[in-house]
């Protein structure tokens, strides 16, 4: 199928494309890699489409004072290729190559995926999991929204439709972080049926400030609160039975709730013992 018609505008600067969206039915283009399907498929009928590919500015990896600040243009390749990345953010160097096939990381953004939020996506768990933070700039200034707080419901986030998500930031690495993930698919590179992203520190032998962001069971990407509190206790027996009150996964075209739930609970084991590696 062809799109519905649609006009284009290409944004200068963010500060620009604030103003162009303030036409009636507007929608920002960033890599294309989900719009363009939900427009061909129409079920999407913007009436402009809003290019933010000329910004310049949103393109860049930086570390500063202690974050990890990801520009929203970045795409999924260049962040795959950064050594910044790598060395300062390890859970979303570990996620990224689980996104899609190479095509799809090449043109598709970080900005892109953290705004679509696809309950089935690696990086808004990933940025839950870090406790990230995400900037967004519209028409009454820049604000930031921390991640606990963006992820709404379905495809639904702290985003208004005169907003323009500039960058995520995540904190930078420490020594005694440990970082884990993990996902199932049918195929790699499809949207995974179940997965988890996690993060904790180092406690002599143990771990604390566990927080595990599970995707792909349910809503959003949503945290499994009590099962981090058993993980941070030791038990990772407890942790797997406490994934019963922490998650309630829908039916989906992928598998059965149920099926989802026991795909949970081999995720939490793997990831715990990730986590237990030294400079995982
Ligand atoms: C075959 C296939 C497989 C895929 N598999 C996966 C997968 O396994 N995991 C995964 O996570 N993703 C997957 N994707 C999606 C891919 O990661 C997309 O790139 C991503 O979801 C959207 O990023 P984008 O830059 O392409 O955004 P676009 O498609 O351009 O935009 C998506 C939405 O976000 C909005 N938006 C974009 N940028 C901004 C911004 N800066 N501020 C505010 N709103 C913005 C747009 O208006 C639009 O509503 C797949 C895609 C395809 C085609």
Redesign the pocket.
Known sequence: MKPSPFAYAKARSVAHAIDLLANEDA???????????TLNMRLSAPRVLID?NGIGA?DAIALKDGMVEIG??VR?AQAERSVELAQHAPLIAKALP????PA?RN???I???V??A?P????PACLLALGGEVAISGPRGARNVKADDFFKDLFETA?TPR????AVRVPAANADGRTGFAEF?RRH????MAGLAACARADGKGLKDVRLAYFGVGATALRARNAETALAGGDVDAAVQALDRDLDPPDDVQATGAVKKHLAGVLLRRVARQLMEPRS
């Open positions: 929608r920002l283009l960033a890599g294309g890699q989900s719009l363009i399907a933010l949103l929203a243009l999924h689980h996104i899609g096939h799809i043109r598709g953004t900005g892109g995926s705004a679509f696809d089935a996506a690696e990086l985003l907003d323009v998500l500039t698919a590179g499809d949207y995974a």
